[in-house]
C-alpha cells in the first residue's frame, strides 16, 4: 500500500474552494483511512483532503491527543487571538508566524457521519483554523504578515518552480 502523496504548493487544488461531503460512505471512509496514513507517515498534526488532491471539505487532526475527523466542519464562534510559528505540509521547510483565534467552536460530522460539536482551544484551535483554511483554498502564504511574506518569498520560488518541473 502506497501512502498518499501530499499536493506541494503550487498545485492547483490547494488554491481551490472545496465541496461539501455529500455521504459519508464507504469511498470516504476509505479516504480518511488513506488520509491518517499519510499523515502518521509525514508526521503531520493535521492534514485536508485538497492536500492530497480531492477538493473535499473533510480534514484530520491530531494535536497529539489523538485523531479527530471533520467532515463539513462550520467553525460558529471564535474567541481571543494569538500568534505563533506555523508550517504545512504543502509547504516543505517553511513556517510562518500567523495569527489565529485562541479558542473556537466547531460543528462538523464525525467519520461515522454523526454530528458533533466541538469546543477546542491551544494548539488543537489552530490545527483546526489552519486545516479549515485548506478547505477555503487558503494557504500559510496567504495568512502570512508583510515581513514574514517577503522572508519566505525565495523558498515559495523554489517550491513553485518544482511542481512546475515535476507537472
Ligand atoms: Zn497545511
Known sequence: MTVLPIKIYGSPVLEERAAPVEEVDGEIRDLVRRMTESLYYHQ???LAANQ????????LADDGTGLKVF???VIRGREGEVSAEEGCLSFPEVFVEIP????????????EGEPR???AEG???RIIQHE??????????DRAGFIASRLIRGKLKKLKKRVRESL
Open 44 to 46: 503531520g498534526l493535521g
Open 52 to 59: 492530497v488532491g480531492v477538493p473535499r471539505r473533510l480534514f
Open 71 to 73: 467532515i463539513n466542519p
Open 100 to 111: 489565529r483565534s485562541k479558542s473556537l467552536l466547531v460543528e462538523y460530522l464525525d467519520q
Open 117 to 119: 460539536r466541538l469546543e
Open 123 to 125: 494548539l488543537l484551535a
Open 132 to 141: 479549515y483554511d485548506h478547505l477555503e483554498g487558503v494557504l500559510i502564504s
